[in-house]
């Protein structure tokens, strides 16, 4: 059985975040707090560059909640080697949305969502037939849905950015 506990985190940074396709970054003094993967034992709450719009299909979320998972006292004790060091740990989270892609529809700035622990591209074969655990989307590797925190920078933190 797994268990969660709920980490409240702070209302952060307050000045005016950009994240356009193609602007420069990270972007100076734009910086938020999150909990970062330095190798097995090792880890800390730092500042690390605010995350931004990489794709159109991207969203960016302001962490609301986030959670502390069996999978990341495994990735802390150095058993999930994919975990580069200087990963932001957490695969789920609630937050509300504070950036938006231009290819992404149904979800609008301000909305609050939850963010899942797999991430699943919506059209291609696997997530077609619902095995979204599975999924071949380009982020990450193909055919591994669960990649926040683990294959790309995750919720423990003030901000994520959130692909497909
Ligand atoms: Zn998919």
Not at 44 to 53: H, L, S, T
Request: net charge negative; aromatic share 6%.
């Amino acid at each position: 059985m797994i268990s969660f506990s709920s980490v409240s985190l702070g209302s952060g940074n307050t000045a005016e975040r950009s994240s356009q396709v193609g602007a420069p970054w990270p972007i100076e003094g734009m910086t938020m707090k999150a909990l970062v993967y330095h190798g097995p034992g090792q880890k800390a709450w730092e500042d690390v560059p605010d995350p931004r719009i990489q794709k159109p299909t991207d969203i960016i979320v302001k962490i609301e909640t986030t959670t502390i998972c069996g999978t990341d006292l495994h990735i802390l004790k150095g058993d999930v080697p994919a975990v580069e060091y200087g990963r932001i740990l957490g695969h789920e989270g609630v937050g509300t949305i504070t950036e938006i892609g231009s290819a992404v529809a149904g979800l609008t700035i301000g909305d609050r969502v939850i963010i899942s622990c797999i991430s699943a591209c919506g059209h291609l074969d696997y997530c077609r037939q619902g095995v979204y655990s599975h999924c071949l989307g380009e982020e990450g590797a193909p055919g591994i849905g669960w990649i926040l925190g683990h294959l790309i920078d995750g919720t423990q933190a003030e901000f994520v950015r959130v692909p497909y």
